[in-house]
């Protein structure tokens, strides 16, 4: 399958402060770059995304930075809270196709 | 927007039996692909379902251990042959529909024992 690296692979942040997550990828034909959360026990979610034309894309607290040329992104997430504690997987995507998910980030949130 | 319902949403089942699992959309879907998920690990793409013709399957997955069928556009069962305890892990059905839509099952989670 193709290659999707997320570093680190676990990430631990002080309620407040900001987790940035990393994700980069070889597939140069993936156009849209969305993030999921998963919870425990629970299926993943759509967080937010991105598509290939923008270089960020902002909803709330999470924000996603895209290097087209470099083929990274990253996931950034501002004033963290417990809530936010979950695995994040990149999934880049192409139409039509399957998701190809990396290999995850693990956030844990201290209060 | 599309929703999958799987069933089982869990099942527990004897080394060496089969289990068949199975994805239902709400709407006709090109594609539907199969995931499988170990604990605390990431989503492996186990194959690609289009309707009427078989299965693509993924490096380390094949057809003989997980066939797949997809009978029609709405449809499409993943089964588990000669169960093993490896095997357990959740299961995840999911589509895609235009350029950037993706939708998941609630996933099945299954136990070999």
């Known amino acids: 399958q193709q290659q999707v ?15 940035i997550l990393n994700c980069s990828y ?11 959360q998963q919870f425990p026990g629970e299926g993943p979610a759509l967080l937010i995304s991105i598509r290939s034309v923008s270089d960020k894309k902002e909803d709330g607290r999470f924000t996603i930075f895209f290097n087209k040329r470099e083929k990274k992104l990253s996931l ?8 936010d504690s ?11 196709r ?12 201290s209060p | 927007s599309v929703l999958l ?5 869990r099942d527990i089942c004897q080394s060496g039996t089969s289990l ?20 605390e690990q990431s989503l492996m793409l186990m194959a690609t379902a289009n309707e009427g ?15 797949i069928s997809r009978p029609n556009l709405t449809f499409s069962t993943l089964t588990v042959n000669n169960a093993r305890p490896g095997d357990s892990s959740i299961y995840f059905c999911s589509t895609g529909t235009g350029l950037t839509e993706v939708f998941f099952g609630k996933g099945t989670r299954l136990t070999v024992v």
């Open chain 1, 5 to 19: 690296r997320q570093s680190p692979q676990s990430l631990t942040v002080w309620e407040g402060e900001t987790a």
């Open chain 1, 26 to 36: 070889e597939d140069s034909t993936f156009n849209y770059f969305p993030w999921y």
């Open chain 2, 53 to 67: 013709s078989e299965a693509t399957y993924e490096s380390g997955f094949t057809k003989d251990k997980f066939p």
């Open chain 2, 20 to 39: 068949k699992i199975q994805c239902v959309a709400d709407s006709q879907v090109v594609s539907m692909f199969w995931y499988q998920q170990f604990q």
């Open chain 1, 86 to 96: 979950a695995t994040y997987f990149c999934a880049p995507y192409q139409g039509g």
């Open chain 2, 5 to 9: 319902y799987q069933k089982p949403n």
């Open chain 1, 98 to 109: 399957a998701l190809i998910f990396g290999t995850g980030t693990t956030v844990s949130v």
């Open chain 1, 76 to 83: 950034h997430i501002t004033d963290s809270q417990p809530g």
